[in-house]
C-alpha cells in the first residue's frame, strides 16, 4: 500500500439519477426514484476511491459489508451526493460512514468495509469456491 488513511480523512462523489436508476424488477418500474442497488453501487464506488489512492498495482479491494439506512427519495434527474469518511483503517480493512443527500435533504446513511488483498490472494480465494 501507498499510504495509509487515518480517520477523518474524506472523499466526496456525485453521480445524476437517471430513467435506468429507478427502482424496477423484470421490467416493471415499483418507484420512480433512485433504486437501492443503483444507490449501493454507487456508495462502494464513493468509498473505494479511498482505496485507489493506497493499493499498489498487485492489491485491490473487496467489499466486507454495506450497509444503507434510506431517509428520503432521490428522484429522476436529481444530483446525488456522496460524502464519505473513514471511520478507521486498521491492518488491511477500511471502514467508511457515509452520507447521500441531494442539496442538503438525506437519502441515506450507513457504512462501507473493504479489504485490500494481494490480487493473487483475491483469486485464490475465489478458486476455492468453484
Not at 41 to 67: H, K, P
Not at 68 to 77: D, N
Not at 85 to 99: A, D, K, P, Q, T
Amino acid at each position: 500500500m501507498r499510504k495509509l488513511l487515518k480517520k477523518g480523512d474524506k472523499k466526496q462523489y456525485t453521480f445524476e439519477v437517471s430513467e435506468q436508476d429507478v427502482a424496477a424488477f423484470h421490467g416493471e418500474v415499483v418507484h420512480p426514484v433512485c433504486s437501492t442497488f443503483v444507490l449501493a453501487r454507487e456508495i462502494e464506488w464513493a468509498t473505494r476511491l479511498f482505496v485507489l489512492d493506497i493499493t499498489d498495482e498487485d492489491e485491490e479491494g473487496i467489499g466486507s459489508q454495506l450497509n444503507i439506512r434510506h431517509k428520503g427519495p432521490a428522484f429522476v434527474k436529481e444530483k446525488v451526493t456522496i460524502k464519505a469518511e473513514v471511520e478507521s483503517f486498521e491492518n488491511n480493512e477500511l471502514i467508511c460512514n457515509y452520507e447521500a443527500s441531494v442539496n442538503g435533504r438525506l437519502v441515506a446513511t450507513g457504512v462501507t468495509g473493504q479489504k485490500v488483498l494481494k490480487k493473487d490472494k483475491i483469486k485464490k480465494i475465489f478458486s476455492t469456491f468453484k
